[in-house]
């Protein structure tokens, strides 16, 4: 042990972040003063140094299934510092105690990748899942851990201070406070609740409030029905509320006494005026209370609904598209740049994407479009009842995918626009049997505007998962366009989970989008979207044709076991533009078949993208929305 202070674990742990990285050889190596049971570990499934017993000390890597060595600890183990390593070289595993080999077991093949974090003291995986192995924490003490890309010579292990080059190195000799977090115990198990620990309501509670309602409604024609549930109790002390929205503006609305006897069902006649313009149009309706009642307060929204009027044409995206000169195209070898109307679209043929888009003189893009089938998992698909859908996704890949173009071509467009087709692949590079065709065509018009055809098609194992989280682009946009708006569901929602929110335009801001569950994961979905933008403004992007649509600023949720760990990315927002995206299920129910992205499918779907105006971006709302 070297100078300076040490960890005690009993009862504790010190847990750190590795992200993706699995090693084809490594070392793990610390002194201990021993007690008993894990020491530095990454879950059940990638790798550990522990005691099974008092008298055992094991290496383990996870290769299909557990591969160790063991060797008895000496008799002069307990009562002082030892040092002890786990190496492996490609072609066995050994176990040395302060320095010397005791023990090996030839073995060659590969260590299965993991998303649990590195602990001292606790099996991440097990404690996350299962508090009732909490007396299975270590109790010793652990100083100088490391951790090494490659299997370290008996010199090095016996050397009287640590090698260098270590992936992970932690001499445990200073505290820093970097942040707290509500603790449940040892793991996150049983925190199922509906109201987070600071009394804050998350998002399923719409859906839950919507479910439970008393009065239910219907509408045809004009006619609205009100089926009250109550078996006792009429409506008197409610009033009905209602509006007709198109995009963001109230073309009618209207209030009145509500009046329906107890288990029975009345009518209302609604005023509904015309639409000439075929624009897309909503009724909204609510039941208030007029005064206030036992636990409840005036104005509260006791029931509500919200029914579509029709309309063909889209707020926001019924705007005329403008004249202009014929686009101009000009081509390298490294990049397509695509310029009309005032806007530029620069992509670069080696990776497939937009490199820029410039309208006049700012830059809106930080980087996109990718594919984007990934989210990081939420906890229904993290715990290991039953199955784990994001170990799936791990295995094929699915967090690491990258693009290799396989051909870029250039084709005029008759009317004077341009076409950019891109045919790529799409895989994780250490998964050989895994992976998406896809071609994404860049169609540009003389008005500027990018119309984005995506065809994508999962191949090899992603097609026998049991469903994919998402099908979908992401692109990132510079930081300062941090405000947000949309054209969809109002609170986070998924397409199991979104009759409680109403869909209408909303704005916001990309801190406010983050919702703070427990354990960092997916949030923020808005389904049944319209469009979305981003702005700062001055300036912005417009993003239409989404089902589902996100923005975040944090890109690696799936790395931090608590939101304090959470990293900000630094200088970009990542907006999630998702022509389909899996519901959530319930706890431990899996999501059903139908809300489902199907693993074995086909997808094709077009988004448009385009560029606000500076009135657009004032506003914070495309033209007409």
Not at 83 to 99: E, H, K
Not at 133 to 141: C, N, P, Q, S
Not at 372 to 380: E, G, L, V, Y
Not at 509 to 521: A, F, I, K, L, S
Request: overall charge negative; glycine content about 10%.
């Amino acid at each position: 042990m070297t100078s300076g202070y040490f960890v005690w674990v009993n009862g504790r742990y010190v847990g750190y972040d590795q992200g993706g990285y699995t090693p084809a050889e490594f070392d793990i190596s610390h002194a201990l003063h021993p007690g008993r049971n894990r020491t530095p570990c990454r879950g059940d499934h990638q790798y550990a140094l522990q005691m099974t017993d008092e008298t055992t000390l094991e290496f383990f890597i996870h290769s299909g299934t557990r591969r160790f060595v063991r060797a008895r600890v000496p008799d002069d183990f307990y009562g002082t510092w030892h040092q002890v390593s786990g190496t492996y070289d490609g072609t066995a595993l050994r176990l040395y105690i302060d320095g010397q080999d005791v023990g090996s077991t030839p073995f060659t093949g590969s260590i299965d990748s993991s998303s649990a974090e590195v602990n001292i003291g606790r099996d991440f995986e097990t404690f996350w899942n299962d508090p009732s192995v909490v007396g299975w924490m270590a109790r010793g003490a652990v100083d100088d851990a490391r951790i090494y890309d490659r299997a370290l010579a008996p010199a090095e292990l016996n050397a009287p201070e640590p090698v260098g080059g270590a992936v992970l190195a932690l001499d445990l000799d200073r505290i820093e406070v970097r942040g707290t977090h509500l603790s449940y115990g040892s793991s996150l198990s049983g925190v199922d609740g509906l109201v987070s620990a600071d009394r804050t309501p998350q998002p399923e509670t719409a859906q839950l409030g919507w479910a439970h309602q008393p009065l239910r409604f219907g509408y045809a024609d004009g006619t609205l029905s009100v089926t009250n549930e109550r078996q006792f109790t009429g409506t008197d002390g409610l009033n009905l509320r209602w509006w007709i929205t198109e995009g963001s503006r109230i073309v009618a609305r209207g209030a009145q006494p509500l009046r329906v006897a107890a288990d029975s069902t009345a009518t209302v006649r609604l005023p509904v005026p015309p639409n000439p313009a075929d624009r897309e149009r909503f009724l909204t309706v609510e039941a208030v209370t007029t005064g206030p009642q036992p636990t409840l307060p005036a104005g509260h929204v006791l029931a509500h609904d919200q029914f579509s009027l029709g309309g063909t044409r889209v707020p926001g995206l019924d705007q005329a598209p403008a004249g202009g000169a014929p686009v101009h195209i000009a081509e390298n070898g490294q990049a397509v740049t695509a310029s009309a109307a005032g806007v530029t679209y620069t992509l670069d043929k080696t990776t497939g994407t937009l490199s820029s888009i410039r309208a006049p003189g700012r830059e809106l893009l930080a980087g996109g479009p990718e594919l984007d089938a990934w989210r990081a998992p939420i906890s229904n698909e993290t715990f290991a009842w039953g199955r784990a859908e994001g170990e799936d996704w791990r295995k094929v890949g699915l967090d690491r995918l990258a693009t290799t173009v396989t051909g870029v071509r250039v084709e005029p467009d008759p009317g004077g626009g341009a076409w950019i087709v891109v045919d790529s692949r799409v895989t994780a590079p250490d998964v050989a049997d895994a992976w998406f065709d896809q071609t994404m065509t860049f169609a540009i018009d003389r008005g500027g505007m990018l119309r984005l055809g995506h065809r994508v098609t999962p191949q090899g194992a992603v097609r026998r998962l049991p469903y994919l989280p998402r099908i979908g682009i992401s692109l990132s946009l510079p930081a300062d366009y941090h405000r947000f708006a949309w054209y969809g569901r109002e609170l986070e929602s998924y397409v199991d989970r979104r009759d409680g929110t109403p869909i209408g335009v909303y704005s916001s801001t990309v801190d406010d989008q983050y919702v703070e569950y427990h354990r960092p994961q997916d949030h923020g979905n808005h389904t049944d979207s319209r469009w979305a933008l981003l702005t700062d403004c001055a300036g912005g992007l417009l993003v239409a044709g989404a089902r589902d649509v996100s923005v975040t600023a944090y890109d690696d949720l799936d790395r931090a076991a608590y939101p304090f760990q959470l990293r900000r990315n630094d200088g970009w927002f990542t907006l999630h533009a998702s022509h389909a995206v899996t519901g959530v299920g319930d706890t431990p129910n899996p999501v059903r078949s139908r809300y489902r992205v199907r693993a074995d499918s086909s997808y094709e779907y077009a988004l448009t993208l385009r560029p606000l105006s500076p009135a657009e971006a004032r506003a914070g709302l495309p033209a007409g929305g």
